[in-house]
């Protein structure tokens, strides 16, 4: 799955089942599944009835499975019929048998109705309007995690693997799909009966179903049918992603050892939005929101096009480290999560070398992971999950980011060819069952001839990013003595804390070419000593471990000087480094301001995107005060050269680091109110009105961002005509975006009033809402607290716990954190606080940053 980072992850329920690891009892495990369902879309309700082949392991009386929100109408046990008794808190059914049944092979039965959701979790619709303005609604299924018991009952926990043979009936005129090919039945009543194939063994969270009224494109990956199914009238846009997937597929046979094991591979693309995330791998049937897999070249920059690109790979990775080896319970959900996102990114750099996506990575995943787990609100990759809340929050920053960077330090470690070939011995060893985490590590060690085990259960079991602190001695000769020290690095108290890791420090010296490259395990606080060729040291080139870096006066003094000669990745790692141990208090920002200092108009695109990105955060902290407007100045004056360099429209012959880089400085100049650009963006939108892609894709995000957050009130009211009266679900949901960016206040409570009552869908509006706390944190904290009644309904399950704590997330008001915490002590239960208490964590620490940077910034944006 892609989780969304932004709005976010949050669940509540009064009730937190708990769900220690194997919570259903393992006498009774379920062989195979045959599953029929009929749904009423239009009454959003619908019938099942399954036959599931179980094996009786140990003697037993009663038999507990999963079911959620179903009204479980018939049960029976091998022919005889059992009462059902449901528990709603616990999620379970359980049948009490007349006689004990014996070990061996049974059959039960079941017969329900259940309910389509509105938001993702189980069956739901999607609602969207198709070009000639009719209104129509897909079906789709969400059962990651732990949703599948919405749809039947059923052992739904990872380990639980089974087959599935499922048959659906549809509305004639529609397609239907799951994971399996069908056969197509008429059935009387405008009805056809959908008949899929039998799955391979598999786990419950994988199983898919779709229906509605769509078109399939396809293509042949050797023996595999690729397919894209999209709603009608877009299915053009199908085909960088149909071109992605079929590249894709053998370099993933090849790197895993493992043939996709499935007739076939659909790439289904709904027209709507999750708050909770982006795609999601059901085996054979990979369900996407539209902008994760339509590419559409009138309106979609290259960011787009890469983000699709990788959202594809990281879904298609999960067809092996998932699917087909899938993690024992949550509690690993980083082996799904963090080899898919690790990747994810290898694939994408692999094929498409333009795009040099590894150093990007550098400025981006790593960075983001490091800054969460600098903080409390950390925890260990591999983390005890107990509660469905849990599950929920366990798809975060750290299960994918950092999961994906502690991969990248162990392949680089290890070496590249030795790391596949452990990954693929795991695969042919594991292929359809379950693993823990250290099965990994051991066909790791195993191929590569080395116990790696030790070091990586430091980096997985325990939170944190290691600091290692480096000073070097005079060269004496030929060679010079280093000093190396490790420490915990924190951003605030809390992870200011005693801890130490087996750290596999790399370092080479600058132009010494392989005779200037080394590496040490540093283990423990004490300081150890290495030797390196004299010259500008560079620690952890090519940035592949996970640590930061400070280097002693001299050390730093070198690099700045030398910056021109390091690799890109390392110029990148160098910046984030600076930055973060100024906002840790433990270098001055000063040393920041000497390394941005070193670039220049000609230096890498990457670089100057990741400094507006830091920039950016650096004036957040001041927004509103005195200091705020100089900062805004200073930034403007150091960023308007690089975008001068290559102008605000696009040229023919621009890389994809300079297209993102226009994109990403035209809306941070844009946002800033920079005139030259607010004046460009208004023409360009009342072009819109007689040509609908009068702005070039390049730039269309920013500077509809542009209009949008310096609207005028009759600007604005040209906004939400334009969102009233797009057909296209996409860029519908845009506009409506949009309307919560405004700066001025009166127009952000206006963007509320349709939040709180309006005809766009909830999801829409929960969108809308989200977008009004980028820009007025407090308003929309305040005003979602007051309608609660009316918010918390509209939110997905997964994001009950977090959705309203989090829009506050971005005040500077010293009195938001006890706004917060009150709110979530009235409202949410003790163990669902966890969102509340990170983000009431993540503004305190901004209040300390501020006031901690405040004089090297100050000297900075000068008087
Ligand atoms: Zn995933």
Redesign the pocket.
Known sequence: ??FRSLATVLLVTASAPALAQGQLPKSVVPVSYTIRVEPDAAAMTFTGSETIDVRVTAPTRTIVLNAADLDVTLASFDGVQVKPVMDAAAQTVTLTLPKIAPVGNHRLTFGWSGKINTSAAGLFAIDYSDPDGKKQRMLATQFEAPDARRFAPMWDEPAYKAKFTLSAVAPKGQLAFSNMPAKVTKLAGDRQLYSFGESPIMSSYLLYLGMGDVERRTVMAGRTEIGVITRKGVIDQSAYALDAAKKLLPYYEEYFGQPYPLPKMDMIAGPGSSQFFGAM?NWGAIFYFEPELLFDAKRSSVSQQQRIYSVIA??MA?QWF?NLVTMRWWDDLWL??GF?SWMEGKATADLNPNWNYRAQGVGGEREAAMRLDATAATHPVIRKVTTVDQIGEAFDTITYQKGQAVIDMLESTVGEGRFRDGVRRYMAKYKYSNTVTDQLWAEISAAAGRDVAPFMHDFTLQGGVPLVSVSQAACGGQRMTVTLRQSRFGLDAASKAAQTWRVPVTYATLGAGDAGAAAKEIRGSAPQTAEAVCGTLVVNPGKGGYYRTRYDAAGHGALVRDFGKMTVSDQLGLLGDDMALGFSGDQDLARYYETLAALGPQSDPLLWSLAAGQLGRVAELYEGTPLGDRLRAKTLATLAPALDRYGLEPRRDDSAQVTNLREGLVGLLGAAGDTRIVERSRRYVADLARNPSAIPPAIRSPILRTYAVNATPAEWDALLSLARSETNPVIKNGYINLLGAAREDALAARALELVKASDFTDQQRVSLLASVAGSHPDMAFDFATTNAAIINPMLETSSRSSFIVQLGGRSNDPAMPGKIAAYAAKALPVASRGPADRTVNAIRNRATFADRLRPAVTAWAGR
């Open positions: 799955m892609t791998e990281h879904e999960h998932g799904n999560e898919a």
